[in-house]
């Protein structure tokens, strides 16, 4: 089979694929509420209660120092009027895009239900206080990892890893009130929310929050 016989199958295989299968719920945009995150959060508690797996993962995208996208899937750590929280280590990848461009987006998708939550906005770091709570309540090989500040980086023995995950948990077992000084509880503050609810017609629902001097404006987008 050739290069253009394989790509003409596979984007035919990829067409045959059902989305959408199930009974979709309905957004009405006259009944959103006025605050994107009481909508987020509805929609979040309904994912819960459906048994939907992993609910809170979400994609995190930066960019790096040349500009380049970079894209990562995290769990959501909270979600407050102050914004969307998210954690991880200031000396990896995604740490230091932050530093040079505070900037990020946030996606959630919730593929049973149909539903898609799009943020982007600034990005600030944590309190030292507010970083140390959420170390701590890691786990202790994770709490372990992290204090090895080797995120990313070529792995060319895994002996050698074990080997200091090995010391670096017993350190941490030894001392429980350990803190990753560079360990950053971030908040993502939109200043835009979008919701996108499907429907198998294909004429999706699109409702756009945009932050104002004021509050909130919500406006309804062409699917």
Not at 58 to 75: K, Q
Not at 198 to 223: I, K, N
Request: net charge negative; charged share 25%.
């Amino acid at each position: 089979m050739g290069d253009g016989d394989q790509g003409s199958a596979v984007r035919g295989w990829l067409r045959g694929i059902e989305v959408f299968a199930e009974p979709l719920p309905e957004l009405v945009p006259e009944q959103a509420p006025a605050d994107p995150v009481c909508l987020f959060l509805d929609w979040l508690s309904e994912a819960v209660t459906a048994g939907l797996r992993d609910p809170h993962a979400m994609t995190l995208s930066t960019v790096d120092e040349a500009g380049d996208p970079d894209a990562r899937v995290l769990i959501l750590k909270g979600v407050d009027a102050s914004g969307w929280q998210f954690a991880g280590h200031g000396f990896s990848p995604k740490g230091r895009q932050l530093a040079v461009h505070p900037r990020a987006a946030l996606t959630f998708y919730w593929p049973e239900h149909g539903r898609q939550v799009r943020l982007r906005g600034p990005v600030t770091p944590g309190s030292a206080q507010d970083n140390a709570a959420d170390f701590l309540g890691r786990s202790a090989t994770a709490r372990a990892e992290s204090l090895l500040s080797r995120q990313s980086q070529y792995l060319a023995d895994t002996a050698e890893r074990d080997q200091a995950l090995e010391k670096s948990l017993a350190l941490v077992e030894s001392e429980p009130s350990l803190v990753d000084s560079a360990w950053t509880l971030y908040t993502l503050a939109p200043t835009e929310a979008e919701f996108w609810q499907a429907a198998r017609s294909r004429v999706h629902t699109r409702l756009r929050y945009e932050r104002t001097d004021t509050g909130w404006e919500r406006f309804q987008l062409w699917s």
